[in-house]
């Protein structure tokens, strides 16, 4: 049985900030930013925005009435939550209009939980072939003003819908994963902003990667010929940069330069969206399918999360996904969003909203928002 990605949707919010204007901002050179780290935009979440309502917003995107009874369950991968107990996937139900008689909940290791996600939706559909399953990934990546991080920042969703005779990908149930206690990011329960060991993270994903590639090989009897696209996780597109090039002088010319330009085509809407954690190797794949991707690829994806866990997995792009998937919307919903200064970025960053907050909805443009902070409960609405 065939079992992949039926659907695939995105969220961004509005706001963006350039890069270029921040580096002129922190008194950098404007290349480090664009070359050296590889981003031009970076989305900026408001306060009423957060895993939930962005989420939301991803999956009402490409969910209808017959996909909601056909589900069976709902997986959320975030490391964003806005609760220590209650999962992202529960404040959905309602948000959603999901049926109760599902299994829904959160998955948190980094940037890896949406591909857990991906591959428990892989097996359960597996048992349950008349069943679908939403996974959503959802997160506000945060280093803080002024860190060596605040480059890598942006926020954003993507949501798959994964189901057997998949329209989009294919799940070619090839996969090779290892996972190692690594200090390399990490984000304590105080703290809203992450932590990271940059340089030593960029090293172990690129060390993570090389390792599954070789015991890809291995395990498949496979080279890089099998392949004419690699997809990574890019939290900055630098970083899936270094990995790729490791290839470089392993494979032959041709090839390295096929999927240097497949990986171009993969970058772009990150280049202008910034880190989405766990959903930024799914937003490759979205901009991949929109700029150049074509019917029956086999793909090799790389997914990483920090502390550490890696995997290497193999899919086919599935003829007929381009109407599956409203391109012109989605390049729509990048170009229609407004530029806001680095003054009102940085004051949109320090707000905080606590307990008794109660937010204005002719503030919001927004499909979904939370509504306010009573008792402590974060309490979201829909518009009508
Ligand atoms: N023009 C072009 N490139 C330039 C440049 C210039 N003027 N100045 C610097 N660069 C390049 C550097 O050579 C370097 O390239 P390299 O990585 O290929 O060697 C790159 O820009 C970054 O410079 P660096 O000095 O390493 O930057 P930094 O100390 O500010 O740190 C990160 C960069 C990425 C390590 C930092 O932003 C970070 O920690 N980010 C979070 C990491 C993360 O997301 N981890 C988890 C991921 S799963």
Known sequence: MDIGIDKIGFYVPKDYIDIVELAKRRDVDPNKFTIGIGQDKQAVPLPHQDAVTMGA??????????DKKDLGMLIVGTESSVDESKSTA???MDLLDLPEDIRAYEIKQACYGATAGLQTAYDFVSLNPDKKVLVIATDIA???IKTPGEVTQGAGSVAMLISQNPRVLKLNHESVYMTKNVGDFWRPTFSKT????????NEIYVEFFQTLWAKFQKKYDATADDFSTMLFHIPYTKMGTKALRTLEGKVSDEKYAELTEHYQNSIKFSRDVGNLYTGSLYLGLLSYLVNGAKANENVLMFSYGSGAVGELFSAKIQPGFEQVIDKQALIDMLNNRQKITIDDYEKIYQIEYKNDTIVDPS???DKFYLSEIKENERIYKKMK
């Open 90 to 92: 529960a404040f959905l």
């Open 142 to 144: 945060r280093y803080g």
């Open 57 to 66: 917003s991803s999956a009402d995107s490409i969910l209808t009435d017959e």
């Open 363 to 365: 503030t919001v443009s």
């Open 194 to 201: 992450a932590f990271a060991r940059g340089k030593f993270s």
